[in-house]
């Protein structure tokens, strides 16, 4: 709550902030005409957000936030498409640690991949495509086994 109540008061008269979960928020900067815009208003947003503590009962607490930003029109050209896009570059801002991520259109084609491959091992769990196969480890010094591994190879047609 206090959060969002940083994340209101930061915000422009004209910007829009909603709460979508837990830990997640989105803010509609309709002023922000390019990059140089998204980046000094999101930067002064998190700087007014998290710099201070949060205090809960006798502990304060730090935040770190993470941003995906995606631009009108380059980034889509209706609201879905730009909450989507900006949700990949979320992703991908968490994942690498940035800060905030401008979304591009190689992480679409990666989460794409990455939904196609996930679909391919889930039709070849169903297929029996997957064959597993022991392999001894050995101490070179004793030529004594020491323990087994478990290898599983996708046979993939």
């Given at each position: 709550?206090?959060?969002?109540?940083?994340?209101?008061?930061?915000?422009?008269?004209?910007?829009?902030?909603?709460?979508?979960?837990?830990?997640?928020?989105?803010?509609?900067?309709?002023?922000?005409?390019?990059?140089?815009?998204?980046?000094?208003?999101?930067?002064?947003?998190?700087?007014?957000?998290?710099?201070?503590?949060f205090?809960?009962?006798d502990?304060?607490?730090?935040?770190?936030?993470?941003?995906?930003?995606?631009?009108?029109?380059?980034?889509?050209?209706?609201?879905?498409?730009?909450?989507?896009?900006?949700?990949?570059a979320?992703?991908?801002?968490?994942?690498?640690?940035?800060?905030?991520?401008?979304?591009?259109?190689?992480?679409?084609?990666?989460?794409?991949?990455?939904?196609?491959?996930?679909?391919?091992?889930?039709?070849?769990t169903e297929?029996?495509?997957?064959?597993?196969?022991?392999?001894?480890?050995?101490?070179?010094?004793?030529?004594?086994?020491?323990?087994v591994?478990?290898?599983?190879?996708?046979?993939?047609?």
């Open positions: 709550m206090e959060f969002a109540q940083r994340l209101i008061d930061s915000a422009k008269s004209d910007d829009h902030a909603a709460r979508l979960g837990a830990d997640r928020f989105v803010v509609v900067l309709p002023e922000a005409r390019n990059e140089h815009d998204a980046i000094s208003t999101t930067h002064q947003i998190i700087v007014q957000c998290v710099t201070q503590p205090q809960l009962a502990t304060e607490l730090h935040i770190a936030a993470r941003v995906g930003i995606a631009l009108y029109p380059n980034d889509g050209a209706d609201t879905d498409t730009l909450f989507r896009n900006a949700e990949a979320l992703k991908e801002a968490k994942s690498s640690g940035e800060r905030y991520l401008f979304y591009t259109r190689v992480m679409t084609e990666r989460a794409s991949e990455k939904l196609a491959l996930e679909s391919r091992l889930r039709r070849a297929n029996h495509e997957f064959a597993l196969h022991y392999q001894a480890k050995v101490d070179a010094m004793t030529r004594n086994v020491t323990g591994e478990a290898l599983i190879r996708w046979i993939d047609p």
